[in-house]
């Protein structure tokens, strides 16, 4: 009888422990297939935002019948996302994708040629400066991406056109599936890119020959070649495993202290356009202030007691 009850008690506890341990696992299972929840606060016709981890944004290009095509909602509702997300102290990180067969098919000619050939104004200098007002409103739309503190993630899939190459440009981390292809389209149709390509790319890639043969002959450069430059830094087997990959990598960052990680995007922009000496500087101005925060000590407290920076819990920012 003792031993009866002995082993029923064992088989008790021994369930419990396998419980335990099997939960967690579930739980984990759970959160990486759970659908993604759109995001109440963003709801525009050209974009869809979902929350896909914890402080992980999802900003998908959502035109999949028009290839993605950038239209004039899209590059007005680009600003108001970025700028929302920027102050979203509930986001730590953003995933930028496209909807469909492709990212983008890039401007929509369709419907914005005549944004440009039908200019306001009285003479030639009143229409032309009105162009230009038009050129870096569109300009913004991507400036926005760099300017947002949150570290971006463009993950590619398909043609990447024109306009999509300036928007990758503008983003912090790049990824892309193997059938991936990048065109700096705009000579084939008559002017220069004006939104940002010829501008970040020769920073980006670091080779500014290889600039010069994409950007004057519109030539497709594809994922291994794009992995080998530098434009992205990984290459994935298809979108669900670039998806996940980004949403991880996502997940990892904005799981460490935003003082740490928006600082460092700040100062790395900063840096790429100012000399050595001033972004020396301008680093030690504003650490004179971000080396006070609360992160540090959590964090230098976390890594004495040997845990990991996702066991620290950090204040929203």
Request: hydrophobic residues 45%; proline residues 3%.
């Amino acid at each position: 009888m003792a031993a009866a009850v002995a082993g029923s008690v064992l088989r008790g506890l021994l369930r419990r422990q396998l419980s335990a341990q099997i939960q967690p696992l579930l739980s984990f299972r759970a959160m990486s297939s759970a659908p993604e929840q759109p995001h109440a606060s963003h709801s525009y016709e050209t974009l869809k935002v979902s929350r896909v981890r914890e402080k992980v944004f999802h900003v998908e290009l959502n035109r999949p019948d028009k290839r993605n095509a950038m239209n004039t909602v899209f590059w007005r509702e680009m600003v108001v996302c970025f700028n929302k997300i920027a102050q979203d102290s509930e986001c730590h990180a953003v995933v930028v994708s496209g909807a469909g067969k492709l990212f983008s098919a890039g401007i929509d000619l369709m419907e914005m040629g005549s944004a440009f050939v039908m200019v306001e104004g009285e003479d030639t200098a009143r229409k032309a400066w009105n162009l230009r007002k038009k050129i870096r409103e569109y300009q913004e739309s991507f400036t926005v991406l760099e300017r947002c503190p949150k570290p971006v993630i463009a993950a590619v899939h398909g043609g990447c056109i024109g306009g999509g190459v300036d928007l990758i440009s503008a983003c912090d981390i790049r990824y892309c599936t193997q059938d991936a292809w990048f065109q700096v389209k705009e000579v084939d149709i008559g002017l220069a890119a004006d939104v940002g390509t010829l501008q970040r790319l020769p920073r980006i890639i670091g080779n500014q020959s290889l600039v010069n043969e994409l950007a004057f002959t519109a030539r497709k450069m594809m994922a291994p070649e794009a992995e080998s430059s530098g434009l992205v830094s990984r290459v994935f087997q298809d979108k669900q495993a670039m998806l996940e990959g980004a949403f991880e990598l996502a997940a990892d960052i904005a799981g460490k202290s935003p003082v740490a990680v928006q600082g460092t995007k700040v100062n790395l922009i900063y840096s790429r356009d100012h000399s050595v000496s001033e972004g020396l500087r301008y680093m030690a101005t504003w650490n004179m202030s971000m080396l006070q925060t609360e992160d540090l000590m959590k964090s230098a407290q976390a890594a004495v007691e040997r845990k990991s920076p996702k066991d620290v819990v950090y204040s929203k920012m």
